[in-house]
């Protein structure tokens, strides 16, 4: 985050300031998610991971990008809950790690409370608060 941005250090998450909020499905850390979605490489690879899974160098391929920028991306996005990651065997032996999206929705709400963000889990219908931003 660029030091003329305004800091995200008031976000609290699960009654604990600083720490994501947890469920059996996910966990979302608020700050990290605002901060991933305002980079345009982290937003490709989203956009890519929505469409179907995928491994690192598909990613690289379809995106044309250097393999540190889409593995950076794919670290941030996975330590902030937003994608997942999971290793196959191959019948050669080779393994393969494929990337794929963590949750279906993430929303920004904005009441007297100040601003929060919500998750629905893949296959989950709800929302849960994960934690409001700013108070």
Do not use: K, W
């Amino acid at each position: 985050m660029s030091r003329s941005q305004p800091s995200h250090s008031g976000v609290r998450s699960n009654g604990r300031r600083g720490a994501p909020f947890e469920n059996d499905e996910s966990t979302i850390d608020a700050e990290a998610v605002l901060e991933l979605l305002s980079d345009d490489h982290a937003r490709c690879v989203l956009d890519e991971l929505g469409e179907a899974p995928r491994s690192a160098s598909e990613l690289v391929e379809r995106l044309d990008s250097s393999r540190a920028t889409v593995y950076r991306r794919l670290d941030s996005l996975e330590s902030a809950g937003l994608v997942r990651s999971s290793i196959s065997v191959q019948a050669n032996g080779h393994h393969r790690q494929r990337y794929r999206i963590a949750v279906d929705r993430v929303r920004l709400g904005f009441d007297s409370d100040g601003i929060t963000l919500e998750e629905s889990a893949r296959g989950d219908r709800g929302c849960d608060v994960v934690s409001p931003v700013h108070r």
